[in-house]
Structure formats: structure tokens, C-alpha cells
């Protein structure tokens, strides 16, 4: 099916930037006007979600070039799911953020770069074709090193300077690979792509020299970008040091789009023939480490900042075990997996927001005692930590539980990992709750938030940003049925994409040799 409209998912957010730039010394008038933003986002891609909830796919075709000539975007049940996942995650944080952000840090172009950031965010999601996917990237990257910088703290410098370095890295061996993709095939398009690499399997024909080295080229550059295990050191040193709703959003949001890179491109193109017997243990073994070593660093911590960013990466290695097995339901579950852990630990860094602003710190040493003076806060942290161990029946619970039963038959040494590392989460979590929580306050005097914060006065935004969250992740986890149909759609056509190619290419250009593949 097409539908030109897709379009507005990158343009409303560019065109919110722009105004945004205007208005930038009226604060009121960006909040409107980033609220509007997100929410009309967010209602066309719920209704664009509805419509192909059985499987259908939306395409259009920017100036009415046909693939694969021209730039296509495609809303799928993948990228469907993740756009409205993420739009949710931008939409709490974002109203959080008006009780907690420091003003002289939202005056520092902090609404057109969130609205920036969505724009790259979205794009990659949308995008059909390789080099289009580079460029979502490098938006929202952009973006993404003004908001980390945006205190201007030497704190906050020097732990973006890894963060900087390593994604200049990674983007360089990215853009290189997709060079050397085209010079195998002559399209970056994703559906030519999945159609010439299943074409020349089942003809027995082979794929190009080099085409495994490309697929670990890209592996390389996705993975850094997603912080899987051993290219994850950049993530911990990094979200503690920036404001808290940001830190929320780069942990719903960035590490994701490095993931949905991988499960968009490997099992249609990149894991096939081959490339399988290589990328499918390179992925076990960092599924593996991602969540066990991860977790392990979880629990050592006693800072609640410190203990959700590394938390991030543990359950990375979830949609990465996932990915790894290659099969609709594996890919299904790690999908249902990426969608609420996006909600879900976007809610705990906000909680954790509001605990420096009542204790001044997010030390586990120094604070106390906050489930009586604040019992909302308790039940929203305890509701999402709950949720992120997967205790039945909330949201984490069922992701879970997919990925553990269909890794078993083959991986079952993984699903053992996977049990053992959510029993090192619910110690983890239970110390957060435990220390902050419930034993009485450290009685000693606050000191001002670490993110130049509001202090604990108005905090009614942070309260609608936090519920909003856990009330999503709530739904999550009760409507399970229906949200896992959808991603087991999603798992259906990344593992037969003839749906894919149909809806991309209707007219039969590609199958009629509209181009050439490259030399082998």
C-alpha cells in the first residue's frame, strides 16, 4: 500500500527544529510547540500501526521516483512498533523534562535538538535503503552530541569525547561498507538488496568476495552504535553525565536504532548464505557477554544512575540473543522485548531524576526513606523495575519468556545466561528500592541535583512524564497478545521477505532487472 504521508514522521519534527530556532528565547512557546510535535507524531504512527496490524506494509516514494532509483521509506510492523515506542519514550521525557531541566540548559537550543534528534531517529526507522539509514544516523548523532555536551560541564566534555571518537569510528567503517556493498551489487535499496542476495543463494550462484567481510564490517558499526558486548564502554561513563531526561531518552532511543539497524538488514541480507555460519556466533557470544557481564557491573554499582546506564546494556544482550537465533519467534520476541524495555527504562531514569531532586544525589549511600515522602515515586520505580526483571504479568515478563522457549531447543546454554541474568537484575533493582526506598533517610544535609536541576518544587511535569511511562509499560505487558501479533508479523517478513520486495517494488521493476548486481 502507499501512502505519501509517511513523509510527515521526518518533516514535522525538521520543521519544529527550524521554528524552534526562532522561538528560542520564548520557553513556553517551544514546549507547545515540541508537545504538538511529538503528539501529532505519535497519533499518525499509532494510526498507520492499526492499519497494518495484520502484516501489510505502507511505502512511499519520495518525488515519485520508483525503487529502486529513488528514496524509499517503509512502515512496517517493525518499524511501526519501534516509531511508536520511541515517539512515547520522546513524549514523557519530554514532559519531564519542563519540571527538571535547568532554564539556562533549555535555553541552549535544547528543543530544536531533541526535535533534530527525532528526525534522524525516525528517519532510520523508515528508511529503505542502506545509504539513507548512514544519514538517519549521522542526524540523529548530531543531535545527540549537542544535548550530551549541553551543560557544558568538564564532566560532561570528557565523556563525550569517547562518545564522539567511537561513533566517528564507527560511521567511517559504516559509510565504507556501504560503498563496498554497492560496488558488489549496484543498489544500496533494501529490497533489491534482499532480492539479488536470496537469488544468487538459491541458484547456487554464491555470493561476491568480500561479502562476509562487509557483513562484519557492518556487524562492527551497528553494534557500536547498539552497545553490544565489547563495544559498550562508551555507554556507562556517559549517561550519568548529562540531564536527566536526556539520559532517558538516548536510553529508549539510541541504542535501539544500532539494534533495529541489525534486525533490519542481517536476517534479510547480511546472515544469509555464508555470512550466517559467521555473523550467527559472533552474535551468540556477544549476546552472552552483553547480558551476563553487563548485569555483573549492575549489581557492583551504588549509583542509581550508574546502575540503570549499565543496565542499558545488559538487557541490549536480550535483543541481541534475539536477533541471534535467526528465526520468526526469536526475532518476534526480541522485537516485543525492544519495545518495552524502550518504555521501560526511559520511566526508571525519570524516577531517578526525581530522587536527586527530593535527595540531592542519586548515591545509594545518601538517600533514604523516599517511599514516605514520596509513595507515587515508590510505586511508579518499583511498578518499571518490577517490569524490567520480568515479573509476570508485567511487560518483561512475556518478552522473556519467548526468547528463553525458543532459544532452548538449540542455544540452551543462552537461555541459561538469560535466566541468570534476570535473577542478577531483580538483585540489582531490589537494591535500588531497598537503599532509596524503604530503609530510613540518611540524615545528612541534600546538596543541589547533579544535573543543575529545578530542585523539588514544581515537579508535576516529571509526575505526568513518569506515569505516562509506567501506564504505557502497564499496557504493555496486559495487552501482550495483541503488540506480539504485530511483532511476529515483523519476524514473519524479515525472514521471508516477499512481502517486503512486493510492497516496496510493486511494478516489478527490480525483479525485471531494473538493476544490475555487481561483480562476484
Known sequence: ?????????????????????????RRLAQRVLGLASLGSMLVLALGWLSEIRDGDVLVSQMGGWPAPYGITLVFDSLSGLLLCAGLVVALGCYVHSFSVIDPGMERRYFHPLIQLLIVGVNQCFLTGDLFNLF?????????????????????QMGQAYKYLVLNLIASTVFVISAGLVYGMFGTLNLADLARIVEGRVASGEGLPTGFVGVSVLLLFAFGAKGAFFPLWFWLPDTYHTCPVPVAALFSGLLTKVGVYAVARTFPLIFAVGEARDVVVPLLLVSAAATMFLGVLGAVSLNNVRRILAV???????????????????????A??????????????????GVMEQHAGS???GRIG????????????FFVAAMSLVGLPPLSGFFGKLV????????????????LLTGALTLVSMLKVWTKGFWLPPVASEPTPGSDGGAGSGDLRGAYVGIGFLVAVALFVGLAAEPIYDIAFHAGEQLTDPSAYIEAVDPHGLIAAGGVTGGGG
Open 403 to 418: 526468547l528463553v522457549r525458543e532459544g532452548w531447543a538449540d542455544y540452551w546454554w543462552l537461555s541459561v545466561v538469560a
Open 1 to 25: 500500500m502507499t501512502d505519501n504521508l509517511l513523509s510527515l514522521l521526518v518533516v514535522i519534527p525538521l520543521a519544529t527544529a527550524v521554528a524552534s530556532l526562532v522561538l528560542i528565547r
Open 369 to 380: 526513606g523516599l517511599q514516605k515522602r514520596d509513595r507515587f515515586l515508590g510505586v511508579a
Open 311 to 333: 543496565h542499558v546494556v545488559s538487557q541490549v544482550g536480550y535483543m541481541v540473543f534475539g536477533l541471534s537465533l535467526m528465526t520468526t519467534a526469536g526475532l518476534a520476541g
Open 362 to 364: 542519586d548515591d545509594l
Open 135 to 155: 544519514v538517519g544516523f549521522e542526524i540523529m548523532l548530531m543531535a545527540s552530541y549537542g544535548l550530551l555536551v549541553i551543560g557544558g560541564s568538564r564532566r
Open 335 to 352: 522485537l516485543y522485548y525492544m519495545v518495552q524495555h524502550m518504555i521501560v527504562k526511559s520511566s526508571l531514569f525519570l524516577c531517578c
